[in-house]
């Protein structure tokens, strides 16, 4: 039963409590018949307050209904979910600066590797090395260093790529927070943003390490190419044999 219905039917009750208190009453006299109306004040006023009290009390229970009414939409608007996820675009992004990271050249990003390289690379020049060995060394450091810096420039293209994308989620997601319909849908809506201000961290720690694992190698390099030329000035200014004379032929005899 509709609120309007239930209003209806109780003005209708009041209204036939109201009647109740005027009776008609047969005084039958002899020889004739006579009609008289007797009005009881008390019992009126008795009926009209009970009517009163009676209307309250249905007005009571259809604001109780509508309170009621109200809490449930309410809940159900609170657990309502986010009709909106971004979780596999960030998911993607993510993975593509990852692999760009796994695809480092020579030297990778892994702890092991690295103290390999140094100490076979750009530890201490060996004295017993040969000339073309100092040389094969200097051109694997400078091999290095190089792919280190493609490596940082693909990866700064990698996550300036990203910045689109980002933009485009960030955009929906606010616009999604701004019309959420209850607490759940904020809640979520929020959630997924902070999860784009983490993948947009991982970018810029990727683009950090790229940018330092070029510049250390660099620096790497540069220290090394400074001990081997030091190596190769002592070797050039050590004091050789000298020339030795010897017989030479200059013509075969007949």
């Known amino acids: 039963m509709s609120i309007r219905r239930i209003r209806k039917s109780s003005a209708v009750l009041v209204a036939t409590i109201l009647a109740m208190p005027l009776t008609l009453v047969t005084v039958m006299t002899t020889p004739a018949y006579a009609w008289r109306i007797v009005f009881d004040p008390s019992n009126f006023a008795q009926n009209v307050l009970t009517a009163a009290r009676t209307l309250e009390q249905i007005n009571q229970q259809i604001t109780s209904l509508q309170n009621e009414a109200t809490m449930l939409m309410n809940q159900a608007r609170n657990l309502a979910s986010l009709p909106f996820s971004s979780l596999q675009t960030l998911q993607q992004?993510?993975?593509?600066?990852?692999?760009?990271?796994?695809?480092?050249?020579?030297?990778?990003?892994?702890?092991?590797?690295?103290?390999?390289?140094?100490?076979?690379?750009?530890?201490?020049?060996?004295m017993s090395a040969t000339d073309q060995q100092l040389v094969t060394d200097a051109r694997s450091r400078w091999q290095n260093t190089v792919g280190s810096l493609q490596d940082a420039m693909r990866i700064q293209a990698g996550v300036v790529g990203n910045i689109d994308t980002n933009r485009t989620q960030m955009s929906e997601l606010v616009s999604q927070s701004q019309g959420a319909t209850g607490a759940l849908q904020a809640t979520q809506a929020g959630n997924q943003l902070l999860a784009l201000q983490s993948q947009q961290l991982s970018d810029l720690v990727a683009l950090l390490a790229a940018n330092g694992r070029s510049g250390a190698l660099t620096e790497a390099e540069r220290t090394a190419a400074a001990e081997q030329g030091r190596e190769q000035r002592r070797r050039f200014l050590t004091p050789g044999s000298g020339y030795q004379p010897g017989n030479v032929q200059m013509f075969s005899g007949n």
């Open 93 to 126: 992004n993510a993975q593509r600066t990852q692999q760009l990271l796994n695809q480092a050249q020579n030297i990778a990003f892994d702890v092991q590797d690295i103290d390999q390289a140094f100490q076979q690379q750009y530890g201490n020049v060996q």
